[in-house]
């Protein structure tokens, strides 16, 4: 069974500063149309998820050019460049070539 | 604005059925694939099921394959889940989420959720 694995679990960030989540999955996510499909969600307190980045590095429509993603195969990171009070949440990702989709444990991030 | 609202939650033992509903607004439903998600209390997100346009493709993750019925009513902009033999570890959130017209494997909008709890 294909396995997403976050690191770290959880991360204390001083707003303004930079962070960084790292996620990877035991199998390739690198589909034979040149499109690597994995997406970003974030789960802010008491809040449904929602869509940050897919496709490793697309931002979904609204989302603030502070968050990047990055990666190929089967090594990713999502950036945040400057960590703001509004991005505190759990930070998963997921894996959405193989079946079935998968998410990662989550990354919580918390304000400093 | 995209809406989706999740209804038919509630407080179940072991063994009983429920079925969950979602209401979708301000899109076309009917060309969309739509997907369950659940959360159990303080854990991650898991996938549960998806349905295509058309009802052409249906999915199940291996916890509730043969226990749950995913189906959508496009008259109605309405998506479903029927979930049987209900079990203590299926109490958690569930959440309706509509796929992207470009994979629908990403979930662009969700639900606000509604609870299951399975418990004698």
């Known amino acids: 069974d294909l396995v997403m694995t976050q690191t770290p679990l959880s991360l204390s960030v001083t707003p303004g500063q930079p962070a960084s989540i790292s996620c990877k999955s035991s199998?390739?996510?690198?589909?034979?149309?040149?499109?690597?499909?994995l997406s970003w969600y974030l789960q802010k307190p008491g809040q449904s998820p929602q869509l940050l980045i897919y496709e490793v590095s697309s931002r979904f429509s609204g989302v603030p050019d502070r968050f990047s993603g990055s990666g190929s195969g089967t090594d990713f990171t999502l950036k945040i460049s400057r960590v703001e009070a509004e991005d505190v949440g759990v930070y998963y990702c997921m894996q959405c070539l193989h079946l079935p989709p998968r998410f990662g444990q989550g990354t919580k991030v918390e304000i400093k | 604005e995209v809406q989706l609202v999740e209804s038919g939650g509630g407080l179940v033992k072991p063994g009983w059925s429920l079925r969950l509903s979602c209401a979708a607004s301000g899109f076309t439903f009917s060309t969309y694939s739509m997907t369950w998600v659940r959360q159990a209390p303080g854990k991650g997100l898991e996938w549960v099921s998806s349905?295509?346009?058309?009802?052409?493709?249906?999915y199940y993750g291996d916890s509730v394959k043969g226990r749950f019925t995913i189906s959508r009513d496009d008259a109605q902009s309405s998506l479903y889940l029927q979930m049987n033999s209900l079990r203590a570890e299926d109490t958690a959130v569930y959440y309706c989420?509509?796929?992207?017209?470009?994979?629908?494997?990403?979930?662009?909008?969700w639900g606000q959720g509604v609870l299951v709890t399975v418990s004698s």
């Open positions: 349905i295509s346009t058309r009802s052409t493709y249906i």
């Open positions: 199998q390739s996510l690198l589909h034979s149309d040149g499109k690597t499909y």
């Open positions: 989420a509509k796929g992207t017209s470009y994979n629908w494997k990403v979930f662009d909008f």
